[in-house]
């Protein structure tokens, strides 16, 4: 079955520091995989999306994520985080049902 | 780029009452559309998936009478919070997808339900 593991419940980061949120993904095939940010009281903004090729993947706002399929893992990094960047994170990986699953989410806190 | 609106954003009504909440694809035609709920400080809960023309298919545990989901055109889906009470207050989001599994889904900004 398709799951996701975001293991950090809680990240705190100072401004201008990097930043990684890990992300752990089970998944028989080849899996489509994505990261959201979420804003308190706002819906979810994509930030990236792997479907195949290069595993190190490009996204809005300075993010990348990078595919490893020997860890099963698709971790989300910034090399200089922002005050803006503090909201809710969630990776996800579609089935082939078209069916999204959702990690727990990781907060993250930004320190001026 | 492609935007789904969802209305409204955020309503307070009184216990027994009904709530209709809208999810329109503004800029594509969604075959399927999705309904999640979220609690505080959770991960969204899939409660159904929507596609047009036919009946939803709910997540187990999800009171289909509770949440009835209209799919009546590629553009629009309502959830209609029946006979709402206290413990269905809660944030509602919705979204929409074109169909092609390597898309992703598009959300709408949420709506925040307060049942009193």
């Known amino acids: 079955a398709q799951s996701v593991t975001q293991p950090d419940i809680h990240i705190t980061v100072s401004e201008g520091a990097s930043l990684e949120l890990r992300c752990n993904y089970s998944y028989g095939a080849t899996p489509y995989l994505f990261w959201y940010v979420q804003s308190p009281g706002q819906g979810l903004q994509l930030l990236l999306k792997?479907?195949?090729?290069?595993?190190l993947v490009q996204g809005i706002k300075g993010f990348e994520a990078e595919f490893k399929r020997s860890q099963s893992s698709f971790n989300l990094r910034k090399p200089s985080v922002h005050w803006s960047d503090a909201a809710e994170y969630f990776c996800?990986?579609?089935?082939?049902?078209?069916?999204?699953?959702f990690g727990t989410g990781t907060s993250l806190t930004v320190i001026p | 780029g492609a935007v789904v609106s969802q209305h409204p954003s955020w309503v307070i009504c009184k216990s027994g009452t009904s709530v209709k909440i809208e999810c329109r694809s503004l800029?594509?035609?969604?075959?399927?559309m999705f309904w999640y709920r979220q609690f505080p400080k959770q991960s969204l809960m899939l409660m159904a998936t929507?596609?047009?023309?036919?009946?939803?298919?709910?997540e187990q545990g999800v009171e289909k009478d509770k949440f009835l989901i209209n799919h009546a055109s590629l553009t629009l889906s309502t959830l209609t919070v029946t006979s709402a009470h206290p413990e269905d207050s809660s944030f509602y989001i919705c979204?929409?997808?074109?169909?092609?599994?390597?898309?992703?889904?598009?959300f709408g900004d949420g709506t925040r339900l307060s049942i009193l």
């Open positions: 929507s596609n047009e023309g036919s009946k939803a298919t709910y």
């Open positions: 792997y479907f195949s090729g290069d595993t």
């Open positions: 800029d594509f035609q969604a075959t399927t």
């Open positions: 996800a990986v579609v089935s082939t049902g078209n069916q999204f699953y």
């Open positions: 979204s929409a997808f074109a169909g092609l599994s390597n898309q992703p889904q598009h």
